[in-house]
């Protein structure tokens, strides 16, 4: 008896090998968002800016304090002026756009489907492409001068490349299986170009969407730059004539947040589109 008891109260080595361990911790590690981890350079920046205007390291004619930035920003929007250069700017840069974007479907697509003429266009648009917008610049002066014209056609040059570029690439990388089940299924033209290629080559069309407008965005301010009475980029200029350099930030801190704002809402866009594609893509 006692050898049975001693026995069950000093378990063997077997026994206690079994013996569940104690529970462990798990450490979380705390994860931030990218979007997050995106804001400690802008404001490092900031306080830069702010402790270099405040010391006086340089001086405030060529660099102003954010608080003088942040006033000259809200007096230009009391006046209006911030807005209507905005609204300008704006109805330029969607007008080079929508020019731009027909223009580099329709070709991205000649080129995608047409391998005849894709050889004949291909390497001339190539080419053609490699010339910046700035290098346009005197030769369609000369042509069309310095009006609306100059400016929606250098915008409108700058979205066409990315986005012909990106349709041609994306319906060329289309999987031949899915053309083959086409024909199969007696598909027509259009319809092997709206069920089929363009439901497999959304997201490279989109992303050259998104690419050009950047582009037309980036055409407007240098355009306004250069040869504009009105818009956002004639605001640069004019304030940097006058030394006004407060007007200048203000400007380039509206142009920043813009092209940042409708960037997103393109994202947001290929998000739903991508969403609302045939199953099977």
């Known amino acids: 008896m006692n050898s049975t008891t001693s026995s069950l109260a000093s378990p063997g080595p077997a026994a206690q090998t079994a013996r569940p361990s104690a529970p462990r911790i798990e450490r979380k590690r705390l994860r931030l968002s990218p979007r997050w981890l995106a804001l400690p350079f802008p404001l490092c920046l900031l306080l830069l800016w702010y402790v270099a ?9 060529v660099l102003p304090s954010p608080a003088a930035v942040a006033l000259t920003f809200v007096d230009l929007v009391q006046s209006g002026e911030m807005f209507d250069n905005l609204k ?3 109805l330029r840069v969607l007008a080079g756009f929508g020019v731009g974007l027909i223009g580099g ?16 266009v291909y390497p001339l648009f190539k080419a ?16 069309v001068g310095i009006d609306e014209a100059l400016k929606i056609i250098l915008i409108s040059k700058a979205a066409l490349v990315p986005i012909a570029l990106n349709t041609y690439k994306g319906l060329e990388n289309v999987p031949a299986r899915y053309v ?12 092997l170009l709206t069920k089929v290629l363009f439901p497999a080559a959304l997201r490279p ?27 956002l980029g004639y605001m640069i200029v004019f304030g940097r004539q006058l030394f006004q350099l407060d007007v200048v930030m203000a400007a380039v801190a509206v142009v920043g947040a813009t092209g940042f704002v409708l960037d997103k809402g393109l994202a947001l866009i290929e998000t739903a589109l991508l969403r609302s594609r045939p199953k099977g893509f």
Not at 128 to 143: A, D, K, R
Not at 180 to 191: D, G, I, N, P, S
């Open 53 to 61: 205007a405040r010391l006086g390291w340089v001086a405030p004619q």
């Open 88 to 90: 300008i700017s704006l």
């Open 105 to 120: 479907l329709l070709l991205g697509v000649a080129m995608g489907l047409s391998p005849l003429f894709r050889d004949y």
């Open 128 to 143: 053609v492409s490699q010339v910046p917008v700035l290098g346009w610049l005197p030769l369609l002066m000369l042509l």
């Open 180 to 191: 083959e089940v086409a024909k199969v299924l007696k598909f027509t033209r259009w319809q």
């Open 205 to 231: 069309i989109w992303n050259g969407v998104r690419y050009g407008f950047t582009h037309a965005w980036l055409a407007l301010v240098v355009v306004e730059l250069l040869a504009s009475s009105e818009g």
